[in-house]
């Protein structure tokens, strides 16, 4: 259970389910250091990846959010003097736009959802999905400009409509391959990216409603495009 990489991390715990993390919360501490053993499976897996099983210590943050919640964050960054507990609210949201990537990745362009289970069939789908994302990403960042420049002054800031954006791309990028003059193409792009665009509301929330997720793309069921 060492880290082997020396990669400080933060990240956010469930509040039930782990008694460490129970007990912190009821103590109303806003943080503390604690030491995690390994559970027997744990112990097992980690010897079965030949990693050590010794105890590690984290530091637990007690972060209170706007709405009253309370989220538990765990950190290797032991140090309090030069990691106060003041900088781990910003630093836990700088990584909402990382989880944005993985969400269109996973859920707009649908990376895992292939149309064969061959080797090279993955290795297509794989490369031609991170092309379109890529490809979404560079013309959507000049678009953005226009949106932004346009929309001052407004009640809200406005932005891209990337999944838009996106579906659009799709329909289009073999186009980008067999036709000899694409600016065209670029154009109508550029042109619906600058049009279709949503307000950037700050401070915005709803609540985590759980469901049992169906399996995402059974593979009886062949993508649309």
Same mark, same amino acid.
């Given at each position: 259970?060492?880290?082997?990489?020396? /990669?400080?991390?933060?990240?956010?715990?469930?509040?039930?389910?782990?008694?460490?993390?129970?007990?912190?919360?009821?103590?109303?501490?806003?943080?503390?250091?604690?030491?995690?053993?390994?559970?027997?499976?744990?112990?097992?897996?980690?010897?079965?990846?030949?990693?050590? +099983?010794?105890?590690?210590?984290?530091?637990?943050?007690? %972060?209170?959010?706007?709405?009253?919640?309370?989220? %538990?964050?765990?950190?290797?960054?032991?140090?309090?003097?030069?990691?106060?507990?003041? %900088?781990?609210?910003?630093?836990? @949201?700088?990584?909402?736009?990382?989880?944005?990537?993985?969400?269109?990745?996973?859920?707009?362009?649908?990376?895992?959802?292939?149309?064969?289970?061959?080797?090279?069939?993955?290795?297509?789908?794989? @490369? /031609?999905?991170?092309?379109?994302?890529?490809?979404?990403?560079?013309?959507?960042?000049? /678009?953005?400009?226009?949106?932004?420049?346009?929309?001052?002054?407004?009640?809200?800031?406005?932005?891209?409509?990337?999944?838009?954006?996106?579906?659009?791309?799709?329909? +289009?990028?073999?186009?980008?391959?067999? @036709? @000899?003059?694409?600016? /065209?193409?670029?154009?109508?792009?550029?042109?619906?990216?600058?049009?279709?665009?949503?307000?950037?509301?700050?401070?915005?929330?709803?609540?985590?409603?759980?469901?049992?997720?169906?399996?995402?793309?059974?593979?009886?069921?062949?993508?649309?495009?």
């Amino acid at each position: 259970m060492i880290n082997t990489q020396k /990669a400080g991390f933060c990240a956010r715990l469930k509040l039930s389910g782990w008694k460490i993390v129970e007990r912190f919360v009821a103590s109303g501490l806003p943080e503390q250091i604690v030491t995690l053993q390994p559970s027997y499976a744990a112990r097992k897996e980690c010897q079965a990846r030949e990693l050590s +099983t010794q105890p590690i210590r984290i530091r637990l943050i007690r %972060v209170e959010l706007a709405d009253g919640e309370i989220e %538990v964050l765990a950190t290797s960054l032991l140090d309090t003097q030069y990691y106060p507990i003041s %900088v781990f609210k910003e630093l836990y @949201h700088l990584r909402w736009p990382v989880e944005e990537d993985y969400k269109v990745i996973k859920c707009r362009i649908e990376v895992e959802n292939f149309s064969g289970t061959s080797v090279l069939a993955i290795y297509q789908d794989f @490369h /031609a999905k991170l092309f379109t994302a890529n490809l979404t990403a560079i013309l959507a960042r000049p /678009a953005q400009k226009v949106v932004s420049q346009d929309g001052a002054g407004k009640k809200y800031p406005y932005q891209v409509n990337l999944t838009n954006a996106i579906s659009k791309i799709k329909d +289009t990028v073999v186009l980008f391959f067999i @036709h @000899h003059d694409i600016f /065209a193409l670029l154009e109508n792009l550029w042109q619906l990216m600058i049009k279709t665009i949503e307000p950037i509301r700050p401070n915005r929330s709803y609540p985590r409603i759980r469901r049992v997720q169906p399996r995402k793309f059974p593979m009886c069921y062949k993508p649309t495009r």
